[in-house]
């Protein structure tokens, strides 16, 4: 068994993490952690979970958690690069949901972030764990990055047309859209279901942090500079990512659905539907699966990439349990296979 902890188990990643390993064969979670609720049980912060964990939470400064294997970090950006750097010490792997080691570049995140960084000497020794294209580095990985949810939906959309060298890299762009779970768990005016409820919005078209992290891991695909232009928007749902990607083809006449086809066959959470389907969020909800429709309207030289996932699943914590998996051995699809909840 997989001696777990889980470090700030409160908030939606968190409780998300807790309810995928419940059913989990090998994994045994010992320790759960919070700073606000030490001392409560956990199946009475989340009546979901009764009869699945009769634990209370702990102190995340507990010791308990040197007797894990593994610990994963669900907690605010800044939490785990002041915790990791012992863990790791000690032999235990750790798996970070946030994007405390997501930039390789300390300049980067302290940009971003507006601090500097507690342990810059650990981001080139984090492996970001996208499974679809690092799968052989996190096997042998320490620590694994986890990628963010918007950055999950446009890697994996543009992934196909990078990889095989056909379109433009100075014109793609990338319109996403998120459930308002995405911005967490804690009390927010803007978040209120008489805010969001019938409206629809764009918002940090300036800058949104999840940017650097998408340059990033385009240009780790193709291999060299690309322009993005990326504009997130939040949906009036709970769960769920939708992303709408655009990109100029450099030859046409090209069987694009058989490029994505060929690119995902193998991979187990992805998707690709058939010519001229439209996904929909609520076809992965609670699920890992990432679904996926390429187009090319009126066959010119534009392609439009469709792609939609569950942002606290392939989005973040089911993600992060594919990551374990493959870290220990287990096949990756161990306590994901879930099918999609509707309606």
């Known amino acids: 068994m997989i001696k777990i902890g889980v470090v700030g188990a409160t908030g939606y990643t968190g409780v998300e993490l807790l309810r995928l390993l419940a059913m989990h064969p090998n994994a045994q979670v010992l320790v759960i952690t919070s700073r606000t609720e030490i001392g409560r049980r956990v199946d009475d912060l989340f009546p979901s979970l009764r009869g699945y964990y009769d634990q209370s939470f702990v102190d995340p400064n507990s010791d308990q958690l040197n007797?894990?294997?593994?610990?994963?970090?669900?907690?605010?950006?800044?939490?785990?690069?002041?915790?990791?750097?012992?863990?790791?010490?000690?032999g235990i792997k750790v798996i970070d949901l946030s994007a405390d080691f997501r930039l390789r570049s300390s300049t980067s995140w302290e940009q971003w972030y507006g601090k500097a960084h507690g342990c810059p000497e650990l981001l080139d020794k984090a492996v970001y764990g996208l499974p679809e294209i690092n799968r052989q580095e996190i096997k042998n990985a320490d620590l694994v990055a986890c990628p963010g949810c918007y950055p999950t939906s446009v890697l994996l959309g543009f992934k196909p047309l990078l990889e095989s060298g056909l379109v433009n890299l100075d014109d793609l762009i990338a319109n996403t859209a998120s459930g308002v779970s995405g911005a967490g768990r804690e009390a927010n005016i803007e978040n209120l279901l008489s805010e969001t409820s019938d409206s629809f919005k764009a918002y940090s078209v300036a800058g949104h942090r999840h940017l650097p992290e998408i340059k990033q891991g385009l240009e780790d695909i193709a291999g060299e500079p690309v322009k993005l232009t990326f504009v997130p928007h939040l949906l009036p749902i709970i769960r769920g990512i939708h992303s709408t990607l655009y990109a100029t083809l450099k030859v046409k006449g090209v069987d694009i659905q058989k490029i994505y086809e060929d690119c995902f066959r193998d991979e187990p959470f992805v998707d690709v539907l058939p010519a001229g389907s439209h996904p929909q969020t609520r076809t992965v909800k609670g699920t890992n699966k990432c679904r996926i429709s390429v187009f090319c309207p009126g066959g010119g030289d534009k392609i439009v990439?469709?792609?939609?996932?569950?942002?606290?699943?392939?989005?973040?914590?089911?993600?992060?349990?594919?990551?374990?998996?493959?870290l220990f051995g287990l096949p990756e699809s161990t306590a994901l296979e879930s099918p999609a909840l509707l309606p």
């Open 67 to 90: 007797n894990c294997d593994v610990v994963f970090f669900a907690t605010p950006h800044g939490v785990a690069q002041e915790a990791a750097p012992g863990m790791l010490r000690r």
């Open 305 to 326: 990439v469709l792609v939609v996932e569950d942002n606290l699943v392939k989005g973040a914590s089911g993600q992060a349990i594919q990551n374990m998996n493959i």
